[in-house]
């Protein structure tokens, strides 16, 4: 309620991952369209692939966002018609081979759980008619 009220007052918000789908659903629900704009951009963030061209893949660790929290970032996206951040999600989850055959994440990949869940999201994609699109299609 505190980051809604600054926001209110001033104009911007201090996001951090405890509170950013909070405030996303607050500004859906207060018709509050920059705090929506600014939340669903934070949630962007959390997906690599927006973080950084598929060529700086090597210098960083591909595999930012958990598995399970993948997953959890394209549900609420779904739910709460975030398209930017369900986009960003299913582009990631396309260009996924590519990433782990360029970088030694494979491993960290696979124990954090990531084919069932890349599993489960391409079945989920399927079953809403969205296949994943691969980076800068679409």
Not at 100 to 123: K, M, N, Q, Y
Request: with cysteine; glycine share 6%.
């Amino acid at each position: 309620m505190r980051f809604l009220l600054d926001f209110l007052y001033t104009g911007s918000v201090e996001l951090e991952t405890s509170n950013a789908e909070t405030l996303y659903i607050a500004g859906q629900d207060y018709q509050l369209p920059r705090l929506t704009d600014l939340a669903e951009a934070f949630l962007e963030s959390e997906v690599p692939s927006l973080a950084c061209p598929p060529s700086h893949h090597t210098r960083i660790p591909c595999w930012q966002v958990s598995p399970p929290r993948l997953v959890q970032l394209l549900e609420f996206a779904e739910r709460y018609e975030a398209s930017r951040l369900h986009t960003a999600c299913l582009r990631y989850v396309a260009m996924l081979p590519e990433v782990l055959s360029e970088t030694s994440e494979l491993s960290s990949f696979v124990s954090d759980g990531g084919i069932a869940c890349l599993f489960e999201l391409l079945a989920h994609s399927l079953q809403q008619g969205k296949l994943p699109l691969p980076p800068g299609g679409g």
